[in-house]
Protein backbone atom coordinates (compact mmCIF):
# COMPACT_ATOMS: atom_id res chain seq x y z
CA UNK A 1 0.00 0.00 0.00
CA UNK A 2 1.54 2.96 -1.03
CA UNK A 3 -0.65 5.41 0.50
CA UNK A 4 -0.28 9.16 -1.56
CA UNK A 5 3.21 9.20 -4.18
CA UNK A 6 4.29 12.54 -5.70
CA UNK A 7 6.80 12.51 -8.69
CA UNK A 8 9.40 14.25 -9.00
CA UNK A 9 10.84 14.86 -5.23
CA UNK A 10 13.25 17.77 -6.82
CA UNK A 11 12.88 19.95 -10.18
CA UNK A 12 14.49 23.25 -11.18
CA UNK A 13 12.81 25.01 -13.94
CA UNK A 14 13.48 28.44 -15.29
CA UNK A 15 10.86 31.28 -15.86
CA UNK A 16 8.20 30.66 -17.98
CA UNK A 17 8.69 27.03 -18.53
CA UNK A 18 5.43 24.71 -17.50
CA UNK A 19 5.34 21.46 -16.04
CA UNK A 20 3.23 19.21 -14.31
CA UNK A 21 3.88 17.67 -10.59
CA UNK A 22 2.31 14.13 -10.42
CA UNK A 23 0.46 12.72 -7.94
CA UNK A 24 -1.40 9.40 -6.89
CA UNK A 25 -3.27 7.73 -4.41
CA UNK A 26 -4.56 4.00 -4.10
CA UNK A 27 -6.33 4.40 -0.65
CA UNK A 28 -9.54 5.53 -3.34
CA UNK A 29 -10.19 8.43 -1.24
CA UNK A 30 -12.39 10.89 -2.57
CA UNK A 31 -10.56 14.11 -1.69
CA UNK A 32 -7.08 15.44 -3.07
CA UNK A 33 -5.48 18.69 -2.78
CA UNK A 34 -2.30 20.27 -3.57
CA UNK A 35 -0.92 22.78 -1.03
CA UNK A 36 2.49 24.75 -1.23
CA UNK A 37 4.61 24.98 1.85
CA UNK A 38 6.87 28.77 2.36
CA UNK A 39 9.03 29.38 5.10
CA UNK A 40 7.16 30.69 7.96
CA UNK A 41 3.94 30.76 5.80
CA UNK A 42 2.68 27.12 7.15
CA UNK A 43 0.41 25.29 4.24
CA UNK A 44 -1.22 27.23 1.68
CA UNK A 45 -4.41 25.85 -0.20
CA UNK A 46 -3.86 25.39 -3.96
CA UNK A 47 -6.75 23.64 -5.38
CA UNK A 48 -8.62 20.86 -4.43
CA UNK A 49 -10.98 18.45 -5.45
CA UNK A 50 -13.64 16.39 -4.06
CA UNK A 51 -14.11 13.66 -6.31
CA UNK A 52 -13.20 12.70 -9.64
CA UNK A 53 -14.65 15.38 -12.67
CA UNK A 54 -15.30 18.02 -9.64
CA UNK A 55 -12.08 20.32 -9.12
CA UNK A 56 -12.03 24.09 -6.94
CA UNK A 57 -9.70 26.77 -6.07
CA UNK A 58 -7.84 27.31 -2.37
CA UNK A 59 -6.52 30.24 -0.97
CA UNK A 60 -3.57 30.53 -3.25
CA UNK A 61 -4.48 29.32 -7.34
CA UNK A 62 -3.09 31.77 -9.25
CA UNK A 63 -0.62 30.29 -12.01
CA UNK A 64 -1.68 26.82 -11.37
CA UNK A 65 -4.16 23.95 -12.59
CA UNK A 66 -5.47 20.75 -12.11
CA UNK A 67 -8.06 17.79 -13.32
CA UNK A 68 -9.00 15.04 -11.56
CA UNK A 69 -10.25 12.32 -14.75
CA UNK A 70 -9.42 9.69 -12.47
CA UNK A 71 -10.21 9.06 -8.37
CA UNK A 72 -6.69 8.01 -8.31
CA UNK A 73 -4.76 10.85 -10.30
CA UNK A 74 -4.71 14.64 -9.37
CA UNK A 75 -1.85 16.24 -11.09
CA UNK A 76 -0.61 19.48 -10.90
CA UNK A 77 0.32 22.18 -13.88
CA UNK A 78 2.15 24.56 -13.47
CA UNK A 79 1.65 27.18 -17.15
CA UNK A 80 4.46 29.42 -16.85
CA UNK A 81 6.60 29.37 -13.78
CA UNK A 82 7.70 32.23 -12.07
CA UNK A 83 10.57 32.63 -9.09
CA UNK A 84 7.73 33.19 -6.73
CA UNK A 85 6.19 29.59 -7.56
CA UNK A 86 9.85 28.38 -5.78
CA UNK A 87 8.36 26.26 -2.68
CA UNK A 88 7.62 23.04 -1.46
CA UNK A 89 4.55 21.77 -3.19
CA UNK A 90 2.44 18.90 -0.91
CA UNK A 91 -0.52 16.65 -2.41
CA UNK A 92 -2.53 15.08 -0.05
CA UNK A 93 -5.73 12.99 0.28
CA UNK A 94 -9.05 12.84 3.04
CA UNK A 95 -11.00 9.26 2.09
CA UNK A 96 -14.20 11.55 3.10
CA UNK A 97 -15.86 14.05 4.25
CA UNK A 98 -16.04 12.52 7.77
CA UNK A 99 -13.02 11.33 8.22
CA UNK A 100 -10.57 14.19 8.55
CA UNK A 101 -7.06 12.61 8.93
CA UNK A 102 -5.03 13.96 5.78
CA UNK A 103 -2.52 11.71 4.11
CA UNK A 104 0.40 13.41 2.61
CA UNK A 105 2.86 13.13 -0.55
CA UNK A 106 6.38 13.32 0.38
CA UNK A 107 6.68 16.76 -1.22
CA UNK A 108 8.28 18.26 -4.70
CA UNK A 109 10.99 20.59 -3.79
CA UNK A 110 10.56 23.21 -6.94
CA UNK A 111 13.16 25.84 -7.95
CA UNK A 112 12.63 28.31 -10.65
CA UNK A 113 15.26 30.84 -11.81
CA UNK B 1 -12.48 33.28 5.70
CA UNK B 2 -10.71 31.03 8.47
CA UNK B 3 -7.25 32.18 10.23
CA UNK B 4 -5.22 30.17 13.11
CA UNK B 5 -2.37 32.04 15.30
CA UNK B 6 0.08 29.67 17.29
CA UNK B 7 3.70 30.41 18.62
CA UNK B 8 6.20 30.35 16.25
CA UNK B 9 8.80 28.66 17.89
CA UNK B 10 9.00 26.45 21.91
CA UNK B 11 11.94 25.06 24.12
CA UNK B 12 11.42 21.91 26.18
CA UNK B 13 13.76 19.70 28.27
CA UNK B 14 13.43 16.28 27.42
CA UNK B 15 10.94 14.27 29.51
CA UNK B 16 9.16 17.25 30.30
CA UNK B 17 5.54 18.34 29.26
CA UNK B 18 4.98 20.78 26.54
CA UNK B 19 1.44 22.76 25.80
CA UNK B 20 0.85 24.01 21.92
CA UNK B 21 -1.81 26.73 21.70
CA UNK B 22 -4.12 27.63 18.73
CA UNK B 23 -6.57 30.25 18.48
CA UNK B 24 -8.41 30.26 15.24
CA UNK B 25 -11.36 32.66 13.54
CA UNK B 26 -13.49 31.05 11.58
CA UNK B 27 -17.34 31.30 10.18
CA UNK B 28 -18.09 27.55 10.17
CA UNK B 29 -15.77 24.61 10.56
CA UNK B 30 -15.85 20.58 11.17
CA UNK B 31 -13.12 20.27 13.85
CA UNK B 32 -9.68 20.87 14.89
CA UNK B 33 -6.50 18.57 13.51
CA UNK B 34 -2.85 18.63 14.51
CA UNK B 35 -0.03 17.48 11.78
CA UNK B 36 3.57 17.32 12.96
CA UNK B 37 6.44 17.72 10.04
CA UNK B 38 10.07 16.34 10.65
CA UNK B 39 12.68 19.15 8.58
CA UNK B 40 12.62 17.83 4.95
CA UNK B 41 9.38 15.78 5.58
CA UNK B 42 5.87 15.70 5.27
CA UNK B 43 2.81 16.34 7.72
CA UNK B 44 1.57 13.82 9.13
CA UNK B 45 -1.83 13.18 11.41
CA UNK B 46 -1.47 13.34 14.88
CA UNK B 47 -4.79 14.01 16.07
CA UNK B 48 -8.35 15.11 15.94
CA UNK B 49 -11.03 17.19 17.96
CA UNK B 50 -14.56 17.61 16.44
CA UNK B 51 -16.46 17.94 20.12
CA UNK B 52 -14.95 20.04 22.54
CA UNK B 53 -12.99 18.27 25.07
CA UNK B 54 -9.55 16.03 25.44
CA UNK B 55 -8.45 13.19 22.87
CA UNK B 56 -5.75 11.27 24.19
CA UNK B 57 -3.18 9.07 21.66
CA UNK B 58 -0.43 7.76 23.88
CA UNK B 59 1.85 10.83 25.11
CA UNK B 60 -0.19 13.38 22.96
CA UNK B 61 -3.09 15.52 24.06
CA UNK B 62 -5.26 17.64 21.90
CA UNK B 63 -8.37 19.97 23.43
CA UNK B 64 -11.21 21.99 21.76
CA UNK B 65 -12.95 24.68 23.19
CA UNK B 66 -15.61 26.22 20.44
CA UNK B 67 -16.86 28.69 22.68
CA UNK B 68 -13.48 29.78 23.14
CA UNK B 69 -12.31 29.34 19.74
CA UNK B 70 -8.88 27.87 20.94
CA UNK B 71 -7.45 24.19 21.03
CA UNK B 72 -4.01 23.10 22.21
CA UNK B 73 -1.70 19.87 21.72
CA UNK B 74 -0.15 18.58 25.12
CA UNK B 75 3.04 16.76 24.30
CA UNK B 76 4.09 14.36 27.65
CA UNK B 77 7.24 12.60 28.04
CA UNK B 78 8.93 14.60 25.53
CA UNK B 79 11.74 12.71 23.92
CA UNK B 80 14.51 14.34 21.47
CA UNK B 81 12.35 12.71 18.43
CA UNK B 82 9.68 15.25 18.93
CA UNK B 83 11.86 17.81 17.66
CA UNK B 84 9.42 19.38 15.06
CA UNK B 85 7.09 21.63 13.62
CA UNK B 86 3.63 21.33 14.67
CA UNK B 87 0.62 22.16 12.51
CA UNK B 88 -3.46 23.29 14.20
CA UNK B 89 -5.57 23.02 11.37
CA UNK B 90 -9.16 23.47 10.65
CA UNK B 91 -11.62 21.33 8.36
CA UNK B 92 -13.95 23.58 6.58
CA UNK B 93 -17.05 23.18 6.54
CA UNK B 94 -18.21 25.78 3.75
CA UNK B 95 -19.20 24.22 0.22
CA UNK B 96 -18.74 20.52 1.52
CA UNK B 97 -14.99 21.22 0.80
CA UNK B 98 -14.05 19.36 3.78
CA UNK B 99 -10.44 20.88 3.32
CA UNK B 100 -7.62 21.84 5.70
CA UNK B 101 -6.68 25.38 6.43
CA UNK B 102 -3.38 25.23 8.07
CA UNK B 103 -1.96 27.60 11.13
CA UNK B 104 2.31 28.46 10.64
CA UNK B 105 3.14 26.38 12.57
CA UNK B 106 5.23 25.71 15.86
CA UNK B 107 8.74 24.63 15.75
CA UNK B 108 9.48 22.65 19.02
CA UNK B 109 12.92 22.01 20.18
CA UNK B 110 13.57 19.39 22.86
CA UNK B 111 16.90 20.25 24.70
CA UNK B 112 18.15 17.63 26.66
Known amino acids: NAGVTQTPKFQVLKTGQSMTLQCAQD?????MSWYRQDPGMGLRLIHY???????DQGEVPNGYNVSRSTTEDFPLRLLSAAPSQTSVYFC????????????FGQGTRLTVV | GQSLEQPSEVTAVEGAIVQINCTYQ??????LSWYQQHDGGAPTFLSY????GLEETGRFSSFLSRSDSYGYLLLQELQMKDSASYFC?????????????FGKGTKLSVIP
Open chain 1, 92 to 103: ASIRDGMNTEAF
Open chain 1, 27 to 31: MNHEY
Open chain 1, 49 to 55: SVGAGIT
Open chain 2, 26 to 31: TSGFYG
Open chain 2, 49 to 52: NGLD
Open chain 2, 89 to 101: ALSDSGAGSYQLT
